[in-house]
């Protein structure tokens, strides 16, 4: 399925937190940033990993950017979360940064942000930080009885 976006000088409204940010997106690639181990590149990356969720284990992506100070106060309970549930759940990150193709078709307006695949559909979107900790833990443990 082919999605229309908008061109790519064109401004997107974006939240990080509690502040909104205007994005301005000059072509595809953005600044080179250093990808961790397990995180997803492409878009190409994120299809594939949706498509294959539900396979073994549910998928849980966690969005988020590198000038986001709200995805870094989150980081380390988000780690703590994925130690937690790993036996459950595939944890993967994807860093938007300068990846406007990613935000558009995943539809993403505030970081960071997660969502929930099985079987390559999607049952869960929603923002996380510190503040919503208990709402992703509760999602979690939905899905963990479900296996």
Not at 64 to 81: E, I, L, Y
Not at 110 to 131: A, M, N, Q
Request: proline residues 4%; glycine residues 8%.
């Amino acid at each position: 399925m082919h999605q229309l976006q908008p061109p790519l000088n064109t401004p997107l409204q974006f939240g990080c937190g509690s502040r909104r940010v205007l994005l301005l997106f000059a072509g595809e690639k953005g600044g080179e940033e250093d990808a961790l181990i397990g995180d997803i590149a492409t878009m190409e990356e994120l299809e594939a990993a949706i498509q294959t969720s539900g396979t073994t284990k549910p998928l849980v992506l966690r969005f988020h950017a590198s000038w986001c100070s709200a995805c870094k106060r989150f980081a380390p309970t988000w780690q703590q979360t994925v130690n937690a549930y790993e036996e459950y759940f595939d944890f993967v990150d994807v860093d938007v940064t300068g990846k406007r193709d990613i935000i558009v078709a995943m539809g993403l307006t505030v970081l960071p942000h997660s969502h929930f695949y099985v079987g390559g559909s999607k049952v869960e979107d929603f923002g996380v930080s510190i503040k919503k900790l208990n709402g992703l833990l509760e999602r979690l443990d939905k899905y963990k009885k479900m296996r």
